[in-house]
T-cell receptor, first 114, second 108 residues
Framework: EAGVVQSPRYKIIEKKQPVAFWCNPI?????LYWYLQNLGQGPELLIRYENEEAVDDSQLPKDRFSAERLKGVDSTLKIQPAELGDSAVYLC????????????FGDGTRLSIL | DAKTTQPNSMESNEEEPVHLPCNHSTISGTDYIHWYRQLPSQGPEYVIH???SNVNNRMASLAIAEDRKSSTLILHRATLRDAAVYYCTHNTGNQFYFGTGTSLTVIP
């Protein structure tokens, strides 16, 4: 089966500019996660979707970050405006609904803010 | 927050077994234990998971303590391709929390 696809793989922008990341999960996976990963750290959850519904966005900085998952398939994560501290890898993962099922991760988008 | 603790780094000789430990101090009775590993410039890769019983798959074995407060990932014969950062995690409150992981070095 095809894996989780993320684009772009790399993005370099100047601070205060907007940026968007796209994720296509594995077909049939109801649950979609966005994580942020800083260098030398484990992934940190930003938002979790069950189908179209954002069921946990408590860690999402809502003043500048937004996300959507239209039709319960693809998802987009946006930052506007970007700050220097947002430089990180943004990972998308998907899984079946039940928590006894593993998450499958994409290779992430590495964001660099100048 | 669900918390796991792991050693920062470990070393193993090639073709020898490796036991990677993890403490799950906040685990509850219905939380599954998952292990992932991550190579540079790649997303984490699923390795194995379990609830109470020990588990085996083609990649590794997972040993879970009777009180479930600790688990051990076992690589039976380490290869150079097993060099990675290994994360243990468990789901609490419908979330998985990843720690800083264990960086495994495999020595030829």
């Amino acid at each position: 089966e095809a894996g989780v696809v993320q684009s772009p793989r790399y993005k370099i922008i100047e601070k205060k500019q907007p940026v968007a990341f796209w994720c296509n999960p594995i077909s049939g996976h109801n649950t979609l996660y966005w994580y942020l990963q800083n260098l030398g750290q484990g992934p940190e959850l930003l938002i979790r979707y069950e189908n179209e519904e954002a069921v946990d966005d408590s860690q999402l900085p809502k003043d500048r970050f937004s996300a959507e998952r239209l039709k319960g398939v693809d998802s987009t994560l946006k930052i506007q405006p970007a700050e220097l501290g947002d430089s990180a890898v943004y990972l998308c993962a998907s899984s079946s609904f039940n928590f006894d099922q593993p998450q499958h991760f994409g290779d992430g988008t590495r964001l660099s803010i100048l | 927050d669900a918390k796991t603790t792991q050693p920062n780094s470990m070393e193993s000789n090639e073709e020898e077994p490796v036991h990677l430990p993890c403490n799950h101090s906040t685990i509850s009775g219905t939380d599954y234990i998952h292990w992932y590993r991550q190579l540079p410039s790649q997303g984490p890769e699923y390795v194995i998971h379990g609830l109470t019983s020990n588990v085996n798959n083609r990649m590794a074995s997972l040993a879970i303590a009777e009180d479930r407060k600790s688990s051990t990932l076992i690589l039976h014969r380490a290869t150079l391709r097993d060099a990675a950062v290994y994360y243990c995690t468990h789901n609490t409150g419908n979330q998985f929390y990843f720690g800083t992981g264990t960086s495994l070095t495999v020595i030829p």
